[in-house]
């Protein structure tokens, strides 16, 4: 209905543009009566208006388009000549059409009066007329063979004498009497002369249906300076309001205000003229997937939702291309010949959704499908082929990273290329377009089940809101879309919280591990002895795609509306910049890029993954962790999630007290153990020196710490161990990092070693736990770990390696309940827990999802999937408290 | 930075310009040390006294920043820097923005202190020398001896060019 509502707008307002051109043409008609072209225009328009009217039902709009249609056939070819009185019928009928138009802009339907049904009379017979007189006496005979005889004949010769005959025999009264009154009509309808209503019966009520001039056909240009100078206006405003606030003049203030308010609203609504639909460019998307389809010789069937989501229309201009190459891709590629499809019992016809929406001041367009997906092994291989990536580095990628290499240049996978599209050619341009209107790419893709191009834009390139910070003297600005959240910290809470490993400083917020980029070093600007942060630190926590992270500016002034300039091409390739924008003073401050500086962030990741090569097991676990590596003696690495670690500290050697035959030391006001890695691990004592780092861990309420050497480094990458090499109490696998191979505690187990007590909460001491744990995780590193702390929690474990082998030991087994991994192969932990929900026997089983992450769309799934709880895989309290709960109704159960 | 050179040196040489015949080029000069620079009169849009730089941190070390120039902004090109003239600079006088090159973009082009605008007959027009002291003759079109000096003048297009864009990221 909407998108009816659509057309028959966009088909009035061509209507009505058309029509004026249809007076101005007739006019010109009437001195030169022998211009085809002119007819052949005339005709089409009319014709346009004719077959839409059908389409929409509007039988008397139709019925006078079809006559007049009818009447300029003849004069286009040629059987009938040009004269007033043929012209007069026409303009009447435009005028016609003109009030029946006018009336279904007001109410949407056609007028409701019998003048029309006269007309339409009037006109037939008129077109009947004109015919027969110039018909070779026979008259009534229509025959086309024969008029057609006549016309070409008579029609050179004789042609203009007829039109001069006609001229000069009186016209039909009716007709006569018409004339003059439909041009007064005309120049009347203006002033809305209703005389001329009365006097003329059978012309048009023009007075009660006018066709209203609503839209207006304005140069882009114009509507690009107006945008600049409501940009520049704002700006002015900004200036204004910064005056105001130092005079702190109330009167002046409140005028400020108030001018404030109707910037605002100017700038909105100018912005708003510049807005089009995206419908504009999906319309054009069912004819192009069919054509692709057929060439493909796929069946696929498009769904078009959100078309009236709005754009800038800049942005809608730049974003055809790349939508038309996704779909091909789609089509191409994606969606699988129909006895494929059936095969894998999806149905013949594949479904692809272009689907745009309004998201947090974003745009978000999606290109889905339902067809054979990306396997992220095959781009593995293929950049492996092409020689993008080295084996070490792609062992290195997760699924998700793997999937997009599809962007980087002279990516190809398609194994044939066909006349459509080569997969890839041209993926990389596809993001180049997005990244450059300031949006980002994201992809899904799950074997089997199709792909998911997510594509998030601004709404307008032009005037964005932005938070201005300050970092060495200079303002930059920082679009708020990238915003999360701004965190001061205290002097005390840097102390406590931040911790410098390597090169790299991380923040604990709410018990994530965020990565700190301090601006100054992100811009190369030496950092001053003074600057260090004496009076704590401010953070902006910012997302830039896949990962948040912490931004650390000097200090954090307002939000503002800022006005966007390009760089010039000097600067344009910094990436870690933006544009440029106006302040309020008339001083330029830079914008910075988010993207840009993570991007230069990764690079220097990307150098540690150059370094890191990492022996793995097929399968490949794909979650990234931060891992910290340090040494007990030199040349022996031993690595752990950072996230598990609380604090790390050094402290002198001489601080270490023997106490009842346990190591401690004197830890902000309590005596803390610390743990000899040597006493438990075969490995070569601590060396003696000054100072010792520690590994602190806070764990059931307590802190326990290890003793180290050297704390050497911190990778973010994924964890992928080899198991087999060093199986040993304490160790969960190994793995080569940074040619150096590296042992992953396993930290619950060497603390259990050390103290048996440390994880038996008094208040559980009585309860005996004793249940067995089905675990389903497909990373052996996780699956070792998650063991280690259940099965230390007395539990008895049964693993899995991934879903679909949980799913076969659950119903084989006798599980009291599941912990599941989400992202696994074969089975994935929404499926697995889909599947047990819609299982009689099985639906009562209570459900642990774990994760390395904790993102809150996950969280929403899985609770509505039916998992019971939702837990990170690295924190053990947590998880044990969850098991512990969801055991405890059973246990009473079993008491009662 | 703020602080105008209200008094720009005019220098007399304007016995030059009465020789002024329908084959003299019309230049626009300008002072950095005791180096004396001219563009051709075309090349130059305006000259602006004192703009704010607002520096670019991880820019080429050519640029000196970008200015507002009412509303428009642009890459300010520190003219020393570009063409390797080695000079003691006092960030305190500041500079004199000359800008130049296409309306589309046009770039600011920090020089010290403004001269005249000078006619020279295109006879005295010559070459560039192979060797200019202290100047890179990259960036030189032609050179005029004029009485007692020499009048550098400039390629504004190369002065314009983009130095090749390798990411300065690092």
């Given at each position: 209905m909407v998108m009816e509502d659509d057309i028959l707008k966009d088909f009035l307002a061509e209507s009505k543009e058309n029509l004026e051109l249809l007076d101005q043409q007739f006019v010109e008609l009437e001195q030169e009566p022998d211009n085809e072209e002119l007819i052949k225009s005339i005709f089409r328009t009319i014709h346009t208006i004719k077959g839409t009217s059908g389409f929409f039902g509007f039988t008397t709009l139709e019925g006078i388009a079809h006559f007049a249609e009818d009447i300029l056939s003849k004069l286009r070819d040629g059987i009938v000549p040009v004269n007033e009185e043929i012209t007069t019928m026409l303009l009447q009928s435009v005028d016609y059409i003109k009030a029946i138009l006018g009336s279904l802009e007001q109410t949407g339907k056609e007028p409701d009066d019998m003048v029309y049904l006269d007309f339409i009379v009037d006109l037939r017979n008129f077109a009947e007329k004109i015919t027969k007189d110039v018909q070779?006496?026979?008259?009534?005979?229509?025959?086309a063979k024969e008029s057609g005889d006549e016309e070409s004949?008579?029609?050179?010769?004789e042609g203009k004498v007829e039109g001069r005959t006609s001229k000069k025999e009186p016209p039909p009264t009716e007709i006569s009497d018409k004339l003059p009154e439909a041009q007064a009509g005309r120049a009347a309808k203006k002033e809305h002369d209703k005389k001329s209503k009365k006097k003329t019966?059978?012309?048009?009520?023009v007075g009660a249906h006018q066709l209203t001039e609503t839209h207006v056909r304005i140069d882009v240009h114009l509507l690009d300076q107006l945008m600049t100078l409501a940009g520049e206006l704002v700006l002015s405003r900004n200036r204004l309001t910064q005056i105001a606030g130092q005079l702190n003049n109330p009167d002046l203030m409140t005028a400020n205000q108030r001018m404030s308010l109707v910037v605002t609203e100017l700038q909105e609504q100018i912005m708003k003229t510049r807005m089009q639909p995206i419908g504009n460019v999906f319309n054009k998307f069912p004819r192009i997937v069919r054509d692709l389809a057929r060439a493909a010789e796929k069946q696929v069937q498009l769904r078009i939702e959100g078309a009236e989501t709005e754009l800038d229309r800049s942005i809608i201009e730049s974003i055809k291309d790349p939508l038309t190459h996704m779909v091909r891709n789609s089509i191409d590629h994606g969606i699988e010949l129909p006895d494929i499809r059936i095969q894998r019992d999806k149905p013949a016809a594949g479904i692809l959704v272009m689907r745009a929406y309004h998201e947090g001041g974003q745009v978000i367009i999606e290109i889905q499908d339902d067809g054979a997906g990306i396997d992220p092994e095959k781009l593995k291989n293929k950049a492996l082929e092409k020689g993008i990536l080295t084996e070490d580095q792609l062992n290195s990628l997760s699924d998700r990273e793997a999937l997009m290499l599809?962007?980087?240049?002279?990516?190809?996978?398609?194994e044939k290329v066909t006349n459509i599209s080569g997969r890839g050619v041209g993926m990389d341009v596809v993001k180049t377009n997005i990244e450059k209107l300031g949006g980002t790419v994201e992809l899904q893709s799950e074997v089997g089940h199709g792909t998911t191009v997510k594509i998030k834009i601004p709404l307008t390139l032009a005037i964005i809101p932005a938070l201005i910070v300050h970092s060495a003297d200079q303002r930059y600005a920082i679009p708020q879309?990238?915003?999360v959240e701004l965190v001061h910290l205290t002097k005390e809470a840097v102390e406590k919280d931040v911790q410098v490993i390597g090169d790299s400083e991380f923040y604990r917020l709410r018990g994530e591990i965020l990565p700190l980029i301090r601006l100054r070093k992100a811009l190369k600007i030496p950092e001053v002895?003074?600057?260090?942060h004496e009076e704590g630190m401010n953070v902006v926590v910012l997302n830039a795609g896949d990962r948040p992270f912490g931004l650390v500016v000097d200090s954090i002034s307002d939000s503002e509306e800022i006005v966007v300039k390009p760089l010039g091409q000097h600067l344009?390739?910094?990436?870690?910049?933006a544009g440029t924008t106006l302040m309020g003073d008339g001083r330029v401050a830079l914008i910075l890029d988010v993207m840009g500086i993570t991007s230069s962030m990764s690079m220097a990741r990307e150098e540690h993954l150059q370094k890191a090569s990492l022996v793995t097991e097929k399968g490949a676990g794909e979650e990234r962790q931060f891992l910290l590596l340090c040494t007990?003696?030199?040349?022996e690495f031993f690595a752990l999630p950072?996230?598990?670690?609380?604090r790390l500290d050094k402290i002198s050697a001489s601080s270490i007290e023997l106490v009842g035959g346990k190591e401690v030391v004197q830890y902000r006001g309590h005596s803390m153990q610390v743990i000899r890695l040597e006493n438990y691990l075969p490995i070569s004592p601590l060396p003696e020196q000054e100072d010792y780092h520690l590994i602190v861990f806070h764990m059931n309420g307590k802190d326990i710490a290890f003793v180290v050497s050297r704390i050497e480094d911190s990778l973010d990458m994924a964890i992928e161990v080899e198991?087999?090499?060093?199986?040993?109490?304490?160790?969960l696998g190994s793995a080569i990092i940074k040619d150096k191979t590296t042992l992953f505690l396993d930290i619950y187990q060497i603390i259990q070693m050390h103290d048996?007590?440390?994880?038996?909460?008094p208040e559980r001491e009585?309860?005996?736990?004793s249940a067995r744990i089905l675990l389903a995780e497909d990373s052996t590193f996780y699956r070792n770990l998650l063991t280690s702390y259940l099965s230390s929690a007395g539990y008895e474990v049964v693993v899995a390696e991934d879903g679909q082998r949980a799913w076969e030991l659950i119903q084989e087994e006798d599980i009291d309940l599941l912990v599941t991994d989400i992202?696994?192969?074969?089975?994935d932990g929404f499926e697995l827990t889909k599947n047990i929900r819609a299982?009689?026997?099985?639906?009562?089983m209570p459900i642990i999802a774990v994760t390395s992450l904790s993102g809150e769309e996950d969280k929403r799934k899985g609770l509505e999937a039916g998992v019971n709880d939702y837990q990170p895989k690295l924190d053990r309290d947590q998880v044990l408290t969850a098991v512990h709960n969801l055991l405890a109704p059973e246990r009473l159960e079993m008491a009662a | 930075m703020t602080k105008d050179n209200n008094n720009v040196p005019v220098k007399a040489e304007n016995e030059l310009a009465e020789s002024?015949?329908?084959n003299a080029a019309q230049f626009v000069t300008f002072y950095f040390g005791k180096h004396f620079f001219g563009l051709?009169?075309?090349?130059?849009?305006e000259i602006n006294r004192a703009l704010d730089v607002t520096p670019v941190p991880?820019?080429?070390?050519y640029v000196a920043g970008v200015v507002n120039l009412r509303g428009q902004i642009l890459t300010a090109i520190d003219l020393a820097n570009r063409i390797g003239l080695n000079i003691e600079k006092n960030e305190e006088d500041g500079f004199n923005n000359v800008?130049?090159?296409?309306?589309?973009e046009p770039v600011s082009l920090l020089v010290q202190s403004i001269g005249d605008v000078m006619s020279v007959p295109s006879s005295q027009i010559e070459p560039t020398p192979e060797l200019i002291e202290g100047?890179?003759?990259?960036?030189?079109?032609h050179v005029c001896k004029l009485p007692g000096q020499l009048l550098i003048i400039l390629n504004s297009n190369a002065l314009e060019q983009a130095e090749n864009v390798n990411d300065s990221q690092g």
């Open positions: 070779t006496p026979t008259g009534e005979n229509e025959d004949t008579p029609e050179q010769g019966p059978s012309a048009p009520p599809i962007f980087q240049p002279g990516f190809s996978t398609a879309v990238n915003l002895a003074s600057d260090k344009k390739h910094i990436r870690t910049f007990v003696a030199d040349d950072l996230a598990l670690v609380n198991e087999h090499t060093f199986k040993q109490e304490g160790i048996p007590d440390f994880f038996v909460l009585d309860t005996v736990e992202e696994m192969p074969n089975m299982n009689e026997q099985l639906k009562d | 002024r015949n329908e051709p009169i075309d090349d130059v849009i991880l820019a080429p070390s800008i130049m090159g296409d309306r589309e100047v890179d003759v990259k960036y030189v079109s």
